[in-house]
C-alpha cells in the first residue's frame, strides 16, 4: 500500500503568458568597467529566457565585448537627447516601458521619461564618485543602488523615495589550464613570484599612488611583483592620472616590480595568475573585482570604504580608512599564508534582481485581485482558498496563480467550474523564475491587490521588494506560526537580496491571521483576524448511539505536523479499554514526506485492513463524516484547521490538541476535548471518554456545530474578505504614505476591519 499522493496524469493550470519577454537597458558607455560589465553580464545571463535591448550613448576605444544575441542600439555621442526620445517613445509602446539606466545624467534620463518611459537611475558609486546630486533622479520611481552603503547615502543625502539595492554578483569563470604561466609570462614576470593584482581604471579612485607606496614597503621583507589590469579613463582628462602612476613607479624605482599592461577585457581570465587582489579605493560602492576575485577563492586585501564586505567571506581582509602603510603590508603578508574558501554567496542568482527590476513599473490603486498560492495540492490552506474564491466570484475581480505544479486536480477542477481563472506561475522550482513571471502578470494587467496565500518566503520577499515602490497593495494571509518560521529561515536569502523580514512586514498593507496570536511588531496597526468558514455540510450527525465496532476518522494530510504516529499510538492505548475501535484514515503524503508515511506504514502495517483503514484522498469526505463516532485533528503552527471545523460542522465530536487556531474552534468540555500536547496517553483517555460517554459525546458534537453555524461561516468569512479588499476597508498605500514608515505615527494607525487586542513580538 502506497501512502503517497500519486502526481501522474494531474491537469495543471495553464503557464502564464510568456510572449512579451524583451527588456530594456541603456548605459552611458561600454567602457570596461564594474558598471558597464554589469549590464553585459546580466543580459548574457539571462539570455534566451528574456532578450534585452541596448542602448548605449557614447562609443569607446576600448569596450567590453557584446555577444551578437544582444540587440544593441548605439547613439555615437550625437544628438543623444533627440535621440533617446525617439527611442523612448517605441519603449513607451511596447509591452514592458521600463528602461533601467546606468550612469546616464538626469537630461538623458528625463528624455526617456518625457516619452513615456519609466526611467530608473542606477547608482554605482559613493557619495565622493556622484556626477550630479540627489536632486537630478526626483521624479524617479524608484532609485537602485549597487550596495546598502550606497542607499545609506542617497538617504542620508536628502532622497526620501524608495530605494532597492541590487548587489551584482559575477558568475564562475573556467580557467584555462595555462592561464598563471601564460598571462605571468606576458608581463615579464617570474613563474614563482609573489604576484599582486589591481583591477580598475587607472584614476584617482583606486588609488595606485598608495599602493605603490605599499609595494615599495613589502619588498623590504619579501620579493613581490604589482601588476595593474586598467587603464586611462578616457582621452580627455584620463591620461594625466597614468601618466602620474609610471612616473611614481620610476621615482619610487619600481619599474622591474610593476606591469602595467592596460585594459583587458575579461580581466577575471587572468585571476589565476595572481596570488592576492589588492584593492586601495578611495571610495567605492560595490567593486566587482573584488567579488570576482572572492568567488574564486582568491585573498583581496581591500579598503573599508562603500559597500566593501556587505558579500565578505575569509578571503576578504578590510583595512580601516586611514590605516598606515605598514597595517597594509601586514594585511599582504598575513595573506601569503592562508588559504582561503569560497564564499557561501558565490552561486547566488543575484543578477536575476536586474531581470525583476526591468519588469517592474507602476501599478495605480484598483480593484483587481491576485491570489498567490504554492499549489492546489490537498490541504487546509488550499481548501480555504477554494472554498473563497468560488464564493467570491462574480463579487470582486480575482484571479489565481499557482507557483508550481499540483498533486491532485480535485482543487482545480472546482475553481474551473466556478469560473475562477488559474494560471500557474513556472513549470520547475525556482523562486525568481516564479517571480519574474508574477511581476509581468501583475504590470501588465494593472493588478491592484496582491494576497499571498501561503507561499513560499522567498517568491513573497522577490515580488514586494520589486514592487515596493508602487501602489500595489499587499496582503499577507498567514496560515499560522509557519509564517514567520519560514520568513525567519530565509535569513541568508533576505542578506543576499538586501530585504529584510522587517522590510516585509513593514511594507504589508494588511497581515491577515487566522486566529488571535502572536505577530510582528511591524505590522501592529494593520493586522486583522479572519477565521476560516466552512460551507455548510450536506448532512449532519443526529444519532449518537455506537452501533457495532466504534469508528474514529483522521482527516488530513500524512505528514510529521499532523502527528500521523502519535495517533496510531494512541489508538494501540485504547484498544487495551475498547479493543473493537477502528482508526479510518482519509488523505495522503505528499512525495517530500514519503520517508514519513513509510514509518506510519510500518506502525499501522498489523492492523492495516483490521482495526486501521487508509482510504486515500477524499475531498468530499465531509459527507461521510456524520457515520463515525469521533474525530481526531491534531497539528503544529495552525492556523484555522479547516478538517476540524468540518468535523465540528456536522457534529462530530472532536479532540484537538491546542495549538493555534484549535483553541478558538475547540472550548475545552464544551465544543469538544481540547488536549494539551500530542501526548498519546492523553489522546488515548479523550478517546476513551467521547466512546463511552455518549451523552457527553451528543452535548460536545451539538455544541460544536452551533459554535461553527454562528462563529465559522462561509458568509461570514466573505463578508470579512470582501471589507478587506474593499477600497474603503483598505488604506491607500501611496508614496508618501510609504515614506512615513520611517516614523511611529504610521504604526499607530489602526484596523478598520477589527480591531482586536493582538499580542506582538
Known amino acids: 500500500m502506497d501512502l503517497v499522493v500519486s502526481a501522474e496524469k494531474v491537469e495543471q493550470p495553464p503557464l502564464l503568458p510568456n510572449d512579451n519577454n524583451e527588456l530594456h537597458v541603456a548605459v552611458s558607455s561600454l567602457s570596461i568597467g564594474g558598471a558597464e560589465r554589469i549590464v553585459i553580464d546580466w543580459a548574457t545571463r539571462i539570455y534566451p529566457r528574456w532578450k534585452t535591448n541596448l542602448i548605449v550613448l557614447r562609443d569607446r576605444e576600448k569596450e567590453w565585448p557584446v555577444p551578437s544575441f544582444i540587440r544593441v542600439m548605439r547613439l555615437h555621442n550625437k544628438q543623444r537627447i533627440e535621440q533617446l526620445r525617439s527611442v523612448g517613445k517605441k519603449i513607451a509602446a511596447s509591452n514592458n516601458p521600463i528602461c533601467v539606466c546606468h550612469l546616464l545624467n538626469k537630461k538623458e534620463r528625463d528624455a526617456l521619461a518625457e516619452s513615456g518611459v519609466y526611467a530608473i537611475p542606477v547608482l554605482h558609486n559613493a557619495k565622493a564618485g556622484w556626477l550630479e ?198 594585511a599582504l603578508e598575513k595573506s601569503f599564508y592562508k588559504k582561503f574558501s569560497r564564499p557561501k554567496w558565490a552561486s547566488f542568482s543575484a543578477h536575476k534582481l536586474w531581470t525583476l527590476a526591468s519588469l517592474a513599473k507602476p501599478v495605480a490603486t484598483n480593484g483587481k485581485i491576485l491570489f498567490v498560492t504554492a499549489n492546489l495540492n490537498s490541504g487546509g490552506a488550499q481548501r480555504s482558498l477554494v472554498n473563497l474564491s468560488k464564493s467570491l466570484k462574480g463579487k470582486l475581480q480575482l484571479k489565481i496563480v499557482v507557483a508550481g505544479n499540483t498533486t491532485t486536480s480535485y482543487f482545480y477542477e472546482e475553481l474551473k467550474k466556478a469560473n475562477v481563472k488559474v494560471m500557474r506561475a513556472a513549470d520547475s522550482w525556482d523562486a525568481f523564475s516564479y517571480s519574474e513571471n508574477i511581476v509581468r502578470e501583475i504590470c501588465q494587467e494593472q493588478i491592484g491587490t496582491v494576497c499571498f496565500w501561503n507561499v513560499d518566503a522567498r517568491v513573497k520577499l522577490l ?170 485533528v491534531l497539528g503544529q503552527n495552525q492556523g484555522c484547521p479547516n478538517s476540524l471545523l468540518e468535523a465540528l460542522s456536522v457534529g462530530l465530536p472532536a479532540i484537538a490538541n491546542d495549538d493555534g487556531g484549535a483553541r478558538e474552534q475547540v472550548a475545552h468540555r464544551r465544543t469538544g476535548f481540547l488536549i494539551k500536547n500530542r501526548d498519546p496517553k492523553e489522546l488515548a483517555d479523550a478517546l476513551l471518554k467521547i466512546l463511552t460517554d455518549r451523552r457527553l459525546a451528543q452535548e460536545l458534537g451539538l455544541a460544536g456545530r452551533a459554535h461553527v453555524e454562528t462563529q465559522f461561516s462561509m458568509e461570514e468569512m466573505c463578508k470579512k474578505y470582501t471589507s478587506l479588499f474593499g477600497t474603503q476597508a483598505l488604506e491607500v498605500n501611496t508614496f508618501w504614505e510609504r515614506v512615513c514608515r520611517k516614523t511611529s505615527s504610521w504604526f499607530s494607525k489602526q484596523t478598520t476591519i477589527e480591531k482586536e487586542e493582538l499580542q506582538w513580538r
Request: hydrophobic share 40%; net charge neutral.
Open 133 to 330: 546630486d540627489v536632486s537630478c533622479i526626483s521624479g524617479a520611481p524608484y532609485a537602485i543602488a549597487v550596495s546598502d552603503a550606497c542607499a545609506r547615502d542617497l538617504r542620508e543625502n536628502g532622497w526620501d523615495g524608495p530605494v532597492s539595492v541590487i548587489r551584482h554578483i559575477p558568475p564562475l569563470k573556467k580557467f584555462a589550464p595555462d592561464a598563471r604561466e601564460r598571462f605571468r609570462k606576458s608581463w615579464n614576470v617570474p613563474q614563482n613570484a609573489t604576484v599582486i593584482g589591481m583591477v580598475g581604471a587607472v584614476k584617482p579612485q583606486k588609488n595606485y599612488l598608495f599602493a605603490l607606496r605599499v609595494l615599495k614597503t613589502l619588498l623590504k621583507y619579501r620579493d613581490a611583483y604589482l601588476v595593474i589590469i586598467g587603464g586611462p579613463v578616457n582621452k580627455e582628462n584620463g591620461r594625466a592620472s597614468w601618466e602620474e602612476v609610471v612616473g611614481e613607479v620610476h621615482s619610487l624605482g619600481l619599474r622591474s616590480k610593476v606591469a602595467m599592461p592596460g585594459f583587458i577585457p575579461n580581466a577575471a581570465l587572468c585571476l589565476p595568475a595572481f596570488d592576492v587582489i589588492l584593492n586601495t579605493s578611495r571610495y567605492e560602492g560595490l567593486s566587482i573585482a573584488t567579488l570576482e576575485a572572492l568567488i574564486h577563492g582568491l585573498p583581496v586585501v581591500a579598503s573599508k570604504v562603500g559597500g566593501q564586505g556587505e558579500l565578505g567571506g575569509d578571503a576578504l581582509i578590510l583595512i580601516p580608512e586611514g590605516a598606515s602603510v605598514e597595517q597594509w603590508v601586514s
Open 463 to 632: 515580488l514586494v521588494k520589486t514592487l515596493g515602490f508602487s501602489e500595489v497593495r499587499f496582503i499577507d494571509v498567514s496560515p499560522g506560526d509557519y509564517l514567520f518560521d519560514e520568513m525567519g529561515s530565509t535569513t541568508e536569502f533576505q542578506q543576499m537580496i538586501s530585504f529584510t523580514k522587517s522590510d516585509y512586514y513593514k511594507r504589508l498593507d494588511k497581515l491577515v491571521t487566522k486566529y488571535h496570536g502572536l505577530g510582528p511588531r511591524e505590522c501592529c496597526g494593520k493586522t486583522v483576524v479572519i477565521q476560516n468558514g466552512v460551507p455548510k455540510p450536506p448532512n449532519v450527525k443526529t444519532d449518537y448511539a455506537i452501533r457495532g465496532a466504534p469508528r474514529i476518522v483522521v482527516n488530513g494530510r500524512i505528514a510529521p505536523s499532523k502527528f500521523i504516529l502519535e495517533i496510531i499510538a494512541a489508538a494501540k492505548l485504547l484498544w487495551e479499554k475498547i479493543p473493537l475501535a477502528e482508526l479510518h484514515f482519509f488523505g495522503a503524503a505528499e512525495h517530500y514526506h514519503r520517508d514519513y508515511a513509510r514509518a506510519v506504514f510500518e506502525l499501522a502495517e498489523p492492523e492495516i485492513g483490521k482495526r486501521i483503514f487508509f482510504h486515500g484522498l477524499n475531498f468530499e469526505v465531509v459527507s461521510e463524516l456524520a457515520d463515525f463516532d469521533g474525530c481526531v
